[in-house]
């Protein structure tokens, strides 16, 4: 067996029914705010796209994808993160989810046995450190914690850290926070990654989902870009129509930037065998040529974010995140503790932010905080906060 296999951690969602098996639950229906799974509707062109081309099951997909999506996708890249022309031969490939690709890219691109050849922020997105423990490497983990903005602070690498360092994650907008990496610090990782040959992997899945219409988010290929390195090198992005378009079942996504990368990665990926289905590629045209939707998603999470923060503001301290959808305040008690009660009271569930860490020195960066992720309609969403406004405020 893959010995990476023997360090895996139990993801957060079975943490969590561990801490909250056999709870007195009261006769009130759940509401989770647990899993970041969107609930708003997918595009009905989308749809419509997808069904209209389902005759396409009778064909094998390839792993390079159809031109017409890597053109689109080019296209989009270029409009939402004002860069030159992307290359779609070269410098995209379609990927099932960013999941899939965020994991299966360690696999293909790191030396498996060296610690501290893949550095992730802490907390974390769990597939990071899944990714680094398969490929058999222990990973590095940088706090992001209320001193850093909840961003982690990669200056604190030390050169020789980044000499051993063959891939970074950064995760911007970040999960669990929300938090957005500027263009500034994204420039240092560049440098420093180009002078330590360290690929950056930028997970941008939230990238869509931002809070202030006039302010979109920076992107790594834009930083790289505006910092002179137009080819890319050694940095990747990973976009998703999961949170953008509300299609987490549709597993698409894509992964851009440098082609020599990218043309590894696309040997990998052959004989890991996942082209996306074409009828999937067809509906991903449709979603991403279509910015209308995405507004009015935007539109949606606003509102719950302003009338969600201005119930709970009383009770916690609850701030309106730069993009995503969770809210991130700290816990008036330890954040386990906190869950399990609010559950017992309330019936709605939340994550314990230190199932989202890891303890590094006894210090668990997630602890004390809890996420929730605002997925579910506005009406069930405004009854989960007046709950847990109810129960802080009997105290
Ligand atoms: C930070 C982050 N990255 C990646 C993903 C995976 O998204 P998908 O595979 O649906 O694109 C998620 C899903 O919750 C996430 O939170």
Redesign the pocket.
Known sequence: MNPGMNTLHPYPFEKLAELTAGVDLPALSRIPLTI?EPKHQPPAHVLEALVASIEELAKYPTIIGTAELREQISRWIAARFKTHAIDPASEVLPVN????G?FAIAQALVTPGNAGSVVIPNPF?Q?YEGAALLANVDPLLIPANEDTGHLADYRMLTNDDWQRCEMLFL?TP??PSGAVIPETDLHYLIEKALEHDTILVS?E??SELYYDEERPPVGLLQAAESYGNTAFKNCLV?H????RSNL?GL?S?FVAGDANLIAQFKRYRTYHGCAMPLHHQFASIAAWSDEEHVVENRALYRAKFDAVTERLAPVLPVSIPEAGFYLWPKTPTPDTVFARELLSHTNVAVLPGSFLGRSVNDVNPGAGHIRMALVATMTETLEAADRIRHWLERG
């Open positions: 970041g989810g960013t999941r899939e965020l997105y597939i995760c970040g999960n997970d899945c939230y990973f998703s129509l999961s949170k987490p597993r996504g």
